[in-house]
């Protein structure tokens, strides 16, 4: 097997090899390249999983906890059946982990909630539509979860002081808004979504579901904000 390759061309009219034009990359770096890329990829399964059961983990442990305690990293890592070591191959420290289970819920529910509003034919249904899915986070199979994870990510910088999916939700009401008229549709989209999660947020604390009135006038706020 050749390990190294010698340089043997000679300078025209010299003994000694030909000047290089510039640096050149070690030898068999390509073949150290595609070494590193196999590991990886065999690892990126392994990782991927890792995160997931962290995730599920410190969810699972929110939702016991409720709003009387918040569980530590050791808690976190033994529910996942993991090590410290893995934990912090993935986080830099639990906020990291809160905020990355916050980021997860809003792409959960962007996602049911589109799935929802694509079943409506018109952007007024699809506007009440949006309005109830969101709303539905109060319903008592779900709300304390709900209220566990706020709770938990109330220390995180990025979503203090507010859903944590307020953002990425309101973005689906671009479109139905621009539809029935609206002329600034992100901002009437941001604060439709400021008085549902508004809303929610209240129904959530004093542990109780918005009523169908409540949920009629709301979609009601949303549609009436897309008037030109």
């Excluded at 569980?71 to 890592?77: N, S």
């Excluded at 009523?211 to 979609?219: D, M, N, S």
Aim: charge should be neutral; charged fraction near 20%.
């Amino acid at each position: 097997m050749i390990l190294t390759i010698k340089n043997a061309i000679s300078e025209p009219g010299g003994g000694g090899p030909a000047a290089s034009p510039g640096p050149e990359a070690p030898a068999g770096s390509a073949v150290a390249d595609r070494i590193v890329r196999r590991t990886l990829s065999k690892r990126e399964g392994e990782y991927a999983s890792e995160v997931r059961r962290l995730l599920d983990a410190a969810l699972e442990l929110m939702r016991q906890c409720g709003t009387a305690s918040r569980p530590r990293v050791a808690d976190i890592v033994a529910a996942a059946g993991l090590s410290n070591d893995a934990f912090y191959r993935h986080f830099a420290s639990k906020d990291a982990l809160v905020a990355a289970i916050l980021e997860d819920g809003g792409e959960r529910l962007r996602s049911y909630l589109a799935h929802q509003m694509a079943k409506e034919p018109t952007p007024e249904r699809q506007v009440r539509r949006w309005v109830v899915g969101v709303l539905a986070q109060a319903d008592e199979d779900i709300a304390a979860t709900t209220l566990a994870v706020l709770w938990n990510g109330s220390s995180v910088g990025d979503v203090a002081g507010r859903h944590f999916a307020s953002a990425p939700v309101a973005s689906l009401l671009h479109e139905p808004l621009a539809a029935l008229g609206s002329t600034t549709p992100e901002l009437d989209a941001t604060l439709a979504a400021h008085a549902t999660f508004g809303l929610l947020s209240d129904c959530l604390w004093r542990r109780v579901q918005p009523t169908p009135g409540e949920v009629t006038r709301v979609g009601d706020f949303c549609l009436r904000s897309a008037a030109p």
